[in-house]
């Protein structure tokens, strides 16, 4: 990962810029750099993944123009080709040296014709403007918010603009920064016309092009590594990977001490691909120490992120400090496209498709943030190749009578598309879902709530939850999380929408916990 952040104001106070900027170092530790543009500041924490010289530092400049971008461009080097004809030179084998060039041939267009996952800011030397953009999915994160006067600035994170924006909100994916609007140039989430290929052809189609999302991430300059749980998603990407690469992939699984529950799946799938495994254990006091810095790394009071970041932070930390993988591939959102346990109740499947539509859109709230945080706080990269866009438009457009679990098991369509190829153990490729929260071990999230229940009584829990009026505390352990939210980020929970909670309004998802162990339908995934 890399920082960003850019204040759009031609007096800006330099100091209050460095102190916001500093708080996100982690994210990127290689080098720093800050600029005056004339109309305002633009700062660069760098983790050199591609490109590794000191050419490829930003802000990148071209005469009197400047971008900083954290992100990855994906088969960028085409269209370096294609510029260097329109006669550009480049200083450095850096992907993101392309934005200057392409945005003065293309325009704002330019950001409708990348294949990357990505949260820029440019300065306009020409027209004296600012313009910033991010990713479709909102893999990268970008957060605005506005000064005293009224004057805007982004960021990598939240944490940069606390004390110098009153109200900071994320900035929405798919969607570009120009002249005080913000202007969608991509809805992710909203096929333009259902797509009717039977089931085999659809089959297909997914193995071909989550294979395609898996090579294009495994290009780095730096070494990459790779979060298995053992679950479908992430072994499914580790055994992609792993027919790909002439050497043994190195992976890491986690779980508690006393009772993880993929790690024993974790471990035969790296047996069966031949990877490099290593496990990483968490113990009850570990997970309890690490709550407040969890919470204050994440900027969420939401319950099902933050327990299903204790272990990702955890195992993270420990690849920081025992190995020198820069950039790691994870299973994320891939059960936003094929459904979770609790979408089994969608009542049709128009119903089924609208719930997906809304996760994706929040998906940059949510899942995607836990990963972002978990990853870059410990100086990582995260790559996501169920969140390659050509794979997501797909499987977004598939006709959803065909997503609905009518095959008596869920992500039928993933799991038929890879019966072939001998990439899983069968028992792997057919296992009921944990959630990765519980996965890890169910003692985790039960030691969570024993401890929530310690700290409040009956009546200071009933007295803390009315102090809230957006997304209110309705357990003790939301409450906890609510008030070490705020301790770091006072008055901005609405940077989250709401919890994380299954379809309240469908028979059988009315629960009062995020966990899936709480549906009926939960059956075998806690084995």
């Not at 294609?82 to 704002?108: A, H, N, T």
């Not at 009153?166 to 809805?187: L, R, S």
């Not at 190829?421 to 009921?432: A, K, N, Q, S, V």
Request: aromatic share 12%; proline share 4%.
């Amino acid at each position: 990962m890399c920082s960003i952040m850019g204040y759009c104001k031609s007096d800006a106070a330099y100091s209050s810029f460095l102190k916001g900027f500093e708080r996100t170092v982690s994210r990127g530790p290689d080098d720093s750099r800050i600029v005056d543009t004339g109309k305002g500041l633009m700062g660069f924490h760098r983790l050199a993944i591609m490109g590794l010289t000191p050419s490829g530092m930003q802000p990148f400049e071209l005469d009197g123009s400047y971008v900083v971008c954290n992100g990855e461009l994906y088969g960028f080097e085409k269209e370096k080709e294609r510029l260097k004809e329109k006669g550009y030179s480049f200083q450095s084998d850096s992907d993101c040296e392309i934005l200057l060039p392409m945005y003065r041939e293309y325009g704002v267009e330019m950001f409708s014709m990348l294949d990357a996952e990505f949260a820029c800011i440019l300065y306009d030397g020409q027209t004296g403007e600012f313009i910033a953009a991010r990713d479709p999915i909102g893999i990268r994160p970008l957060y605005y918010g506005y000064d005293d006067d009224g004057v805007i600035l982004f960021a990598s994170e939240a944490k940069n603009l606390v004390g110098i924006a009153a109200n900071i909100m994320p900035f929405p994916p798919g969607h570009y920064y120009q002249k005080g609007e913000f202007v969608c140039y991509c809805d992710i989430a909203k096929p333009e016309a259902v797509c009717r290929d039977d089931l085999e052809t659809a089959c297909r189609q997914i193995r071909e092009k989550l294979i395609a999302g898996v090579k294009k991430r495994l290009v780095a300059d730096a070494k990459v590594g790779f979060l298995l749980s053992g679950g479908l998603d992430s072994s499914l990407v580790c055994a992609i990977a792993a027919k790909e690469s002439a050497a043994p992939i190195k992976t890491f699984a986690v779980g508690m001490q006393k009772d993880a529950i993929d790690l024993k799946y974790a471990r035969q799938v790296a047996e069966y691909i031949g990877s490099d495994h290593t496990e990483i254990y968490m113990t009850p006091e570990e997970v309890l120490s690490s709550l407040e810095t969890v919470i204050q790394t994440l900027g969420t009071f939401d319950i099902t992120t933050i327990r299903a970041s204790m272990g990702m932070y955890l195992i993270c930390k420990a690849i920081h400090e025992q190995t020198d993988i820069r950039v790691l591939l994870t299973g994320e959102i891939s059960d936003e496209l094929f459904g979770y346990k609790y979408t089994d109740f969608a009542p049709s499947a128009e119903a089924f498709q609208q719930e997906s539509e809304k996760r994706v859109r929040e998906l940059h709230m949510y899942d995607v943030l836990r990963a972002d945080r978990c990853i870059s706080v410990n100086s990582l990269e995260a790559r996501v190749p169920f969140g390659d866009l050509d794979f997501v438009k797909y499987v977004m457009a598939l006709d959803p009578h065909m997503k609905q679990n009518t095959y008596g098991k869920g992500k039928y369509l993933l799991r038929h598309a890879f019966e072939d190829g001998d990439y899983l153990p069968t028992e792997i490729l057919w296992r009921e879902k944990a959630a990765f929260s519980d996965a890890v071990g169910h003692s985790m999230v039960d030691d969570l709530k024993e401890y929530a229940e310690q700290v409040y009584t009956d009546e200071a829990f009933e007295a803390g939850c009315k102090k809230y009026t957006h997304a209110r505390p309705f357990t003790k352990e939301s409450l906890l999380y609510r008030e070490i939210f705020e301790k770091y980020y006072p008055g901005q929970s609405e940077m989250i929408v709401d919890f994380w909670m299954p379809n309240k309004s469908w028979e059988g998802c009315d629960v009062n916990d995020p966990s899936a162990r709480v549906l009926s339908n939960y059956g075998d995934s806690g084995k």
